[in-house]
């Protein structure tokens, strides 16, 4: 091509092909095989569509969708790291860092920096829309994880108390769906997908 | 739930993790397995941000980035029609239009209403933003057949005449594009991805 911006850019819509190779731990709602965080990522987007009107007011949303768009993208360097992997958690920010310069720096310098910064953006989880984002990040997994009776929380035991920590920036992100989380937990506990939370009472003596 | 009209949403977002599961023709550009409509979805809608330089002035670029998020989720029920198979694309346009009744269906109404709204302007092709969007849904599978030396073209013996006339709504949708098309097509061809034009000299006599 002569055009040497477009083509950077085609070079780079080729090139995020490969986060449809990138597998999550989540299972799809069949129970067939392992999520992949592109189609994951669409998912997210469609969220943002259909629960919108849940949003708080400061929320902007198209600029939320692009942030879920490209959440994952790192993952074709970094790979997915299973949220609750404390090992592989603590080198993940060096590792996503680094892929994230690469990948960015495929497009044209100033679009490159447009998307890392909004990359940046949802990782801190600073500002309304990315506090959006995050929630929905959090919230379909869970919905996920339902469908398939426990999936990943069943297949490497997690407690309820690992899984509220995490479901907790979904409280401050989207407080109109916290009721949902709460209710779709405990539907979880009920019905054996998930083990209860364990007793306070501590031991006498 | 109690809350009634956010239980139906979440219906519906549990019910289209299902377009994960359909299959298109389109090779992932590593050529290790076909494409799913879900993550196709999310690549169209990358494209939407990275290509948006290219849009006409007149698309409303959030507006086809939806459009493309949702373009396919018909296909949960009526199947990825190949764009070269004449035979099921006789049928398409009323299997397509019995699932979008459904799925849409399961939405509160008033949402329900504007997903399938959307759509159909999708598939009418006469709004910008829907031109648009189409133009980036033929793109996509050019780029991928190229990264897999033809893939499709070369899987099912498709023509240069059949490619052109598939890729003709970019001229319009996305004129700033179409020299991108004629280029990567006329590259494939050198390359031996694509079968070049049979001459259109016709034999005397």
């Known amino acids: 091509m002569n055009n040497y911006r477009l083509n950077q850019q085609i070079q780079f819509i080729v090139e995020i092909d490969k986060l449809k190779t990138v597998l999550r731990q989540t299972m799809l709602t069949d129970g067939s095989r392992r999520e992949n965080s592109g189609e994951h990522s669409w998912h997210l987007a469609m969220m943002t569509m259909i629960l919108a009107e849940y949003a708080p007011s400061e929320v902007d949303l198209f600029h939320a969708m692009k942030m879920v768009l490209i959440h994952d993208l790192v993952e ?29 720096g495929i497009l044209p310098e100033n679009q490159g920096k447009e998307l890392h910064l909004l990359w940046e953006e949802f990782e801190a ?7 959006f984002a995050a929630a929905l990040d959090r919230i379909q997994p869970m919905l996920n994880n339902k469908a398939t009776k426990g999936g990943t929380w069943q297949l490497y035991n997690i407690t309820h108390e690992q899984v509220m920590k995490r479901m907790a920036p979904v409280e401050e992100g989207a407080p109109q769906l916290w009721n949902l989380v709460q209710e779709t937990i405990e539907e979880c506990i009920a019905a054996g997908y998930l083990q209860p939370p364990k007793s306070t009472t501590t031991t006498q003596g």
Do not use: V
């Open 76 to 104: 074709i360097d970094a790979g997915d790291t299973f949220c609750f992997d404390i090992q592989n958690n603590k080198s993940k920010a060096q590792r996503e860092a680094a892929a994230a310069k690469r990948l960015f």
């Open 125 to 131: 989880r600073e500002t309304p829309s990315a506090k």
